[in-house]
């Protein structure tokens, strides 16, 4: 079993920074990707950003290019999602995620999944 568990959401206006973590523990063997997704209220998980945790390549939803920034440490269980320029869109709980899957886009393709954390950005 893998366990996630995410921490840094809270509110901020417009504009603003914050920065989310994503600590890993468990058997982590073969976890290819690294992942967040995003829910907000009445609409679908959507793909965020994702990173492999061999080669640390990235990948990042249109929305957020060029403002948020995927990076973690697989040797420390520690993943990170840097969001700059927030706006009131990026409304909702973020959630990271770990996967075996090749496939990093499709949410039904990860195994494991934190509790979430909020993040509400206000105009």
């Known amino acids: 079993q893998v366990q996630l568990v995410e921490s840094g959401g809270g509110s901020v206006p417009a504009g603003g920074s914050l920065t989310l973590s994503c600590a890993v523990s468990?058997?982590?063997?073969?976890?290819?990707?690294m992942a967040w997704f995003r829910q907000a209220p009445g609409k679908d998980r959507e793909f965020t950003a994702a990173?492999?945790?061999?080669?640390?390549?990235?990948y990042y939803a249109d929305s957020v290019k060029g403002r948020f920034t995927i990076s973690g440490d697989n040797n420390k269980k520690m993943w990170y999602l840097q969001m700059n320029s927030l706006k009131p869109e990026d409304t909702a709980r973020y959630y990271c995620?770990?996967?075996?899957?090749?496939?990093?886009?499709?949410?039904?393709?990860?195994?494991?999944w934190g509790q979430g954390t909020q993040v509400t950005v206000s105009s």
């Open positions: 995620a770990a996967t075996r899957d090749e496939n990093y886009f499709y949410s039904r393709l990860y195994d494991y």
């Open positions: 990173i492999r945790t061999i080669g640390l390549n990235t």
């Open positions: 468990g058997d982590t063997f073969g976890i290819y990707t």
